[in-house]
């Protein structure tokens, strides 16, 4: 078997958050390729790890590349760390791997903490559906352009954002989405002054901005999506449809019905059609 590619995960705050196989993966591997080594050779110092390390970041893992995948040919066993949590998400190492993979060496993951999955798992939204939607663009204009285009998305959304940016950042998505619109909010998962809240996104920027403290640290929102406020919208169609199909046509109680809610007449036409259906069939 030729050499093999490690994708580690690593603690995201609390070191103990570690698996025994991630640290004995650490230990075994000929070259550690890290995000920033001053700060994994911390982590490496802790848990007793010397194996070398090599600098695989935003900013040189193009260039980087050949010389990696090379030493990979050559029989190397590797593992691609990140700062913290699991490389890839947010963090460098998708180039590593696809060249890997096109190189026909093995990726090996090696799973463990990620900021959005922790998230997820503890605000309370709906998780059977969800969207991991990275950085928000810095710009307000184009933070604003990528909200409207999620803005009708109906399974729950996770997004981090830097904390300079969280106040002004909560009160687009409270524009876009509306304020009532559920959220969760988690900040500095797993360290000292962890924050994990669920509330409208209206409360969020309230409670955001009158404490700077939440302005701090690692933030990962989770968003719910718009299914709750789609089926509520159909519920009112469907009960104003099935009224008006009491005394008019099809096409009249359409007509009606787009001229009250401001719908297009052929979804409720279309609708109107299936309601008349189904009291046909029962």
Do not use: W
């Amino acid at each position: 078997m030729g050499a093999q590619l490690f994708v580690v995960a690593t603690p995201i705050g609390h070191l103990d958050d570690i698996s025994y196989r991630a640290i004995n993966v650490l230990k075994s591997v000929n070259i550690i390729a890290a995000e920033d080594t001053r700060t994994s050779a911390q982590l490496l110092k802790h848990f007793n790890i010397q194996t070398p390390l090599t600098a695989c970041h935003d900013h040189n893992e193009s260039n980087k590349i050949d010389q990696l995948i090379q030493r990979l040919k050559n029989g190397e066993d590797m593992a691609l760390i990140s700062d913290a949590g699991t490389p890839l998400i947010s963090d460098p190492g998708f180039k590593l791997v696809r060249a890997a993979q096109e190189h026909h060496i093995q990726v090996i993951p090696v799973p463990g903490a990620c900021a959005a999955i922790a998230a997820l798992s503890a605000v309370g939204l709906p998780s059977d559906r969800f969207s991991f939607e990275g950085f928000l663009p810095s710009k307000q204009s184009q933070r604003l352009l990528a909200l409207h285009k999620l803005k009708d998305e109906t399974q729950t959304m996770i997004i981090y954002e830097a904390p300079h940016r969280i106040v002004a950042c909560l009160k687009d998505m409270a524009e876009v989405f509306g304020a009532e619109r559920p959220v969760g909010f988690a900040r500095e998962i797993t360290k000292t002054f962890e924050t994990i809240k669920k509330m409208t996104l209206g409360e969020l920027v309230t409670f955001v901005e009158s404490d700077h403290n939440q302005q701090k640290g690692e933030i990962v929102l989770v968003i719910g999506g718009a299914t709750a406020e789609k089926d509520l919208e159909q519920e009112k169609l469907d009960q104003l449809l099935t009224r008006l199909l009491q005394d008019l046509s099809v096409k009249a109680a359409s007509q009606l019905a787009a001229d009250l809610t401001g719908i297009k007449k052929k979804v409720a036409y279309q609708r109107a059609l299936e309601l008349t259906q189904n009291v046909d069939e029962s």
